[in-house]
């Protein structure tokens, strides 16, 4: 299922925190976030509930990541009708991983999922909510980042992002902090404050 909430035993609620977190975690559509940088080609059978999958792709581009679904005859077994044509080398062929986008924007339920790029959220406040970041990298080693239910983050940009010899100037949730040359991008929130 592309989102858990539409399980009848969740739909019937009323539901407990932990409940409310798990369903979550098990919803694709919960990730949506985190597909800035991925396509997202959704395959579905007309007899299987297509808007399931149509849900996520709706998603996707209300977030202005790029989606699309494919419908086909039939039912659950939609992958015999779609992998053996070649048509995911067709619809993937543009397709590109960035090595290093200059804009990251990415949420957690767990540390053990903890890094996107050059974002590393190292610690949570709470461990039954979801982690977010949104990052951009400047010209001249420049970061504004904003952050929700995070106390630890690393940024390791790749080489050529920091200007040598030059100390980083990074937005922290407002906070504009100054990293010296040569010292890691590494940040902690102490008594609700971000510092190196």
């Known amino acids: 299922y592309p989102t858990r909430w539409i399980h009848q035993e969740i739909r019937k609620g009323p539901l407990r925190p932990w409940e409310r977190f798990l ?4 919803s694709p ?6 597909g800035r940088h991925l396509p997202l080609v959704a ?3 007309k007899r299987d509930g297509p808007w399931r999958s149509k849900v ?5 581009k209300r977030l202005r990541h790029r989606a699309s679904v494919k419908v086909f005859e039939g039912g659950h077994d939609v992958w015999r009708r779609y992998l053996p044509t070649g048509q995911v080398y067709r619809d993937s062929r543009g397709w590109r991983r960035k090595t290093a986008p200059k804009r990251v924007t990415f949420e957690t339920p767990r540390l ?3 890094r996107a790029w050059w974002v590393e959220l190292r610690e949570r406040a709470r461990s039954d909510q979801r982690a977010k970041v949104s990052a951009r990298a ?9 952050t929700d239910n995070v106390t630890a983050l690393r940024l390791t940009p790749p080489p050529g992002w920091r200007r040598a010899g030059k100390p980083a100037r990074v937005q922290l949730d407002g906070a504009k902090l100054t990293v010296p040359a040569g010292s890691p991008l590494d940040f902690t929130r102490v008594a609700g404050r971000w510092t190196l």
Not at 56 to 60: A, E, I, N, P
């Open 23 to 26: 369903a979550r975690l098990w």
């Open 29 to 34: 559509l919960s990730w949506a976030r985190n």
């Open 43 to 45: 395959v579905h059978g």
């Open 56 to 60: 996520v792709v709706d998603r996707w």
């Open 112 to 114: 053990r999922w903890n």
């Open 138 to 146: 400047y010209h001249g080693g420049r970061f504004r980042v904003t």
